[in-house]
């Protein structure tokens, strides 16, 4: 049988550059999809972090990845924005890119079978085959995948820069650009592609009510019978503290004594109490209301009241970096917060945590849970997305479970949760046994990469959109 040809496209992939888990999916998934036999290439912009020679390069398991060259609109050292806000040019530059993905392929003599587009960066590359390249022969046996990795983001320009799209102004029409007066990418990629994805089967559900929707949940329903939820995996060649090179000492669940001593070394480093018995509360999040700031900043100062050690990775809202640099100074002792993005190794806080806040609104997947699990560090999450499809409730009699949830988006039940953890910290063998239980889940891209590949089966077989 011939391979599958896969194209994915992305805006970001480790390890050329990296806002968030988008990147960590385009780093590791086509690796994945290759290793079960597909033809894979990947494509994305050439930034100004991607130091390599040319428009392409090499990676792992025979993965090719293409790079889009202009260096007006790409040599840079952001993705998408600076601190005055998002990019004036997006538009420009995200139709440039979403263009080329299809012109390179016409340039390499690469006739996918799938392009597996990715949020809104790419939504126009779905939109741009059904419409300047419908009656394209090279194009005919082409299906297109759209996934959305966070519904939040849909790429919304005003009406006036239409016009930059290069389609005709027909489309800015309810049934595909048009949304509440704005030009919506996101939205007219759900309509164009032959089939649209999430990260998780829960958010899958999710995206389908007013409550998670964004107002995309119309438009979705109407695409509700090829609407598919698969979980992201992640790459444990990358998280794996047995040979994780950032961290002081190397460490499995055969040796889970080997793991305190990243605790020490990190308190050593960042200046906190030297003390391996103080349980260590680590969170490593863009700051933003979706990952739970708000609720956490109205309970910080009770968290830091207590004995425990906070340390901190994270990046965005000002009004975060603002409140939590104050709270750092207010607890000089048992705070280390960090407030750039890749300040520390991330693995070196997964080492040392005990305890992982993850506190979010709405989570598409969430990888802080899965790459916690394998450093042993025990997730308090909101049971939401992805995070619900992941975690299970620590139950102390059966010694089942990965973990401590809440349900209501409320500071509150976020402490309730952080002290259960902290109580079943204090039962040491407990403790023990759930940091091995989590240890041994498997979250590797294996299941997923199946998962897609069947889907992407599924879809070649579908005639093209009418
Ligand atoms: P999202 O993509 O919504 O930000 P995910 O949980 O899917 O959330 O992925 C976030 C990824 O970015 C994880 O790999 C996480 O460790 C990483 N990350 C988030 N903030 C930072 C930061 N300040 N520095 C380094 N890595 C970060």
Not at 75 to 102: C, E, K, M, W
Not at 228 to 236: K, M, P
Request: charged residues 25%.
């Amino acid at each position: 049988m011939e391979k599958l040809k896969v194209l994915f496209a992305s805006a970001e992939a480790v390890p050329f550059a990296k806002t968030g888990g988008l990147a960590d999916v385009a780093g590791s998934l086509p690796l994945a999809l290759a290793d079960l036999g597909a033809d894979v290439r990947l494509i994305m912009p050439k930034y100004h972090s991607v130091k390599v020679e040319g428009d392409r390069t090499a990676m792992d398991k025979n993965v090719e990845v293409w790079f889009v060259e202009n260096d007006d609109y790409f040599d840079r050292t952001h993705l998408y924005g600076d601190r005055y806000g998002d990019y004036a040019d997006n538009l420009d530059r995200f139709s440039f890119f979403s263009r080329q993905v299809l012109e390179r392929c016409l340039k390499e003599n690469f006739k996918p079978d799938i392009i597996h587009c990715n949020d809104w960066h790419t939504a126009l590359v779905p939109v741009y085959l059904n419409t300047l390249f419908k009656y394209d022969p090279f194009f005919s046996k082409t299906r297109t995948l759209f996934t959305i990795h966070n519904i939040a983001y849909q790429g919304l320009f005003a009406k006036e820069e239409f016009p930059k799209i290069g389609l005709d102004w027909a489309l800015f029409h309810i049934h595909y650009f048009e949304f509440y007066g704005k030009v919506n990418l996101m939205k007219a990629g759900i309509v164009y592609s032959d089939a649209v994805s999430t990260v998780s089967p829960s958010y899958a559900k999710e995206i389908l009510t007013p409550e998670y929707g964004c107002g995309l949940e119309g438009v979705l329903k109407t695409r509700a019978d090829s609407l598919f939820g698969i979980l992201n995996g992640i790459d444990y060649s990358t998280w794996n503290p047995a040979t994780d090179k950032d961290i002081a000492k190397n460490y499995s669940v055969e040796n889970l004594d080997d793991k305190y001593l990243n605790k020490e070394d990190l308190q050593k480093q960042l200046g906190l109490k030297v003390d391996a018995d103080i349980p260590m509360i680590g969170m490593i999040s863009r700051l933003a209301d979706q990952k739970g700031m708000d609720i956490f900043a109205r309970i910080i100062g009770d968290v830091l009241n207590k004995k425990v050690q906070l340390v901190m990775l994270g990046s965005g809202d000002q009004k975060y970096h603002v409140l939590l640099e104050k709270m750092a100074r207010a607890h000089p002792r048992n705070a280390s917060i960090n407030l750039r993005f890749d300040m520390l190794p991330a693995g070196k806080i997964y080492a040392a945590s005990d305890i992982f806040l993850i506190p979010s609104r709405y989570e598409p997947c969430g990888l802080n849970q899965m790459i916690g699990f394998k450093y042993g560090a025990i997730p308090v999450a909101r049971k939401t997305g992805g995070l619900k499809d992941t975690i299970h409730e620590f139950d102390p009699k059966t010694r089942k479970g990965s973990g401590f949830l809440f349900v209501d988006y409320k500071p509150e039940a976020l402490l309730d949760a952080i002290n259960k953890a902290l109580a079943t910290y204090q039962r040491r063998e407990l403790w023990r046994a759930l940091v091995k239980n989590v240890m041994e889940l498997d979250f590797s891209w294996k299941v997923s990469a199946r998962e897609y590949i069947r889907l992407y089966q599924k879809i070649v077989k579908r005639p093209p959109l009418p």
